[in-house]
């Protein structure tokens, strides 16, 4: 059987004070699952082991973002993280602080013929 593509789902999440890339990450992720039910999952009868979850985070500072903190937002399935750069910083010259967009795409695949 070959990994095939079911699901694509995207999100975005920010941190508006500090500049915490994973914080950002991690919100865009919880973002993109709030977006979506899985029920044809449970109805194909594919669990948690039958899920290949790749992950993708775009932010300015692909180095800031810690990986395995963002694996962990996610509840199901064998899940790779890659982060790359994007998102936006805005910052804010007046307090010297910086908001941080980071963006999120999920790609569901599952074992199929």
Known sequence: MTKK???LEMGAGNDLHGGDYTKAARR???DALHHSSLTMLR???????GMYVDVTIGVQKPDAVDKAAVQAALPYGTVTVNVVKGG?????EALGDVAVIASAALVVRLELP
């Open 43 to 49: 109805t194909l009868g594919v669990g948690a082991d």
């Open 88 to 92: 936006l910083d805005v910052p804010d």
């Open 28 to 30: 865009a992720v919880d």
């Open 5 to 7: 593509r079911v699901i």
